[in-house]
């Protein structure tokens, strides 16, 4: 069975790649370093949010829609 992973999961993995702390990401975003630790607690990321993590931590993201069985439509 394979296991969706939560957006905080991915940025976490994101995060530890680039060897970039949640407070140095909340410094660089402006933002308190409770306030991203909200964010990837509830799980609660807005596209303007995506784009800001991927500005600061030089990614990019890509919004992809899947039919229920899996296949890749858009």
């Known amino acids: 069975m394979i296991k969706i ?10 995060l530890s790649r680039i ?9 660089k975003w402006g933002i308190s370093q409770p306030s ?5 607690k509830e799980n609660n ?5 995506l784009k800001k993590f991927c500005e600061i931590t030089g ?4 919004i992809v829609f899947t039919e ?4 890749e439509t858009i």
């Open 5 to 14: 992973i939560s957006t905080s999961e991915k940025l976490n993995i994101i």
């Open 19 to 27: 060897g970039m702390t949640k407070k140095e990401l909340a410094e």
């Open 36 to 40: 991203i630790s909200q964010k990837f």
């Open 45 to 49: 990321w807005k596209e303007s949010d």
């Open 59 to 62: 990614f990019e993201y890509k």
């Open 68 to 71: 229920k069985n899996g296949i």
